[in-house]
């Protein structure tokens, strides 16, 4: 099984509300990532954890806070966002990190709308 | 610093035809690994080859094979036999000790009948 889930699939927020989105993998994968993609654009790294630390933080803004309970799980909640922030986030899991082949799989995303 | 060029932002091909997809990198690291994605509009990334710094051979996964030409730095997707499911954007990236993707601004290919 070769599957990372994203819930919800799509999401409209408001510029006050606080919601979360959230990444499930069941491949005994250690490392997991949090992109966001905006529309025409490649997917850029946000955030990295490797065994349930995170290991990168790609200056993103506090209104963004992840979060890894589990090392089958990783949340992202989302705080105050500004319309700006509308895009596509992706979570994607690899068995480990490094520059050792270890491809990453994607969850189908979750595709935001900030209003 | 590490960087990863796409300079055909589209490109068609024919049904059946076999069709070529650049890519260019340029890091200092000495061990790296290139991969090949594909996303189509339904937006999942989907894994489809990889190729790593020290690897001799070139990398070849059913219909997509890598030409990897290391002195010119790049990592060319070939796509052999092109299916109209095959229309999507196609991604190159470059992972390095960093330990995350870097990935080229894409290419979309329509495959036309």
């Known amino acids: 099984d070769t599957e990372v889930t994203q819930t919800p699939k799509h999401l409209v927020m408001g510029m006050t509300n606080k919601k979360s989105l959230k990444c499930e993998q069941h491949?005994?994968?250690?490392?997991m990532y949090w992109y966001k993609q905006k529309a025409k654009k490649p997917p850029e790294l946000m955030f990295v954890?490797?065994?349930?630390?995170?290991?990168i933080n790609e200056s993103v803004p506090s209104r963004f806070s992840p979060e890894c309970p589990n090392s089958s799980l990783l949340n992202l909640h989302l705080h105050a966002l500004q319309p700006e922030d509308s895009a596509l986030y992706l979570c994607a899991s690899s068995q480990r990190d490094g520059a050792d082949g270890y491809e990453q799989y994607f969850g189908p995303g979750t595709r935001l709308t900030v209003t | 610093a590490q960087k990863i060029t796409q300079t055909q932002p589209g490109m068609f091909v024919q049904e059946k035809e076999a069709v070529t997809l650049d890519c260019t990198y340029d890091?200092?690291?000495?061990?790296?690994?290139l991969f090949w994605y594909k996303q189509p509009s339904s937006g999942e990334m989907i894994f489809l080859i990889y190729q790593g710094s020290y690897d001799q051979q070139n990398a070849t996964e059913g219909r997509y094979s890598l030409n990897f030409q290391k002195a010119r730095k790049s990592a060319n997707l070939v796509i052999s036999a092109s299916q109209l499911g095959d229309s999507a954007m196609y991604f190159c990236?470059?992972?390095?000790?960093?330990?995350?993707?870097?990935f080229g601004s894409g290419t979309r290919l329509q495959v036309q009948p």
């Open positions: 491949m005994g994968h250690r490392a």
């Open positions: 954890y490797s065994y349930e630390k995170l290991s």
């Open positions: 990236a470059l992972n390095t000790g960093r330990r995350a993707l870097t």
């Open positions: 890091t200092s690291d000495p061990s790296y690994g």
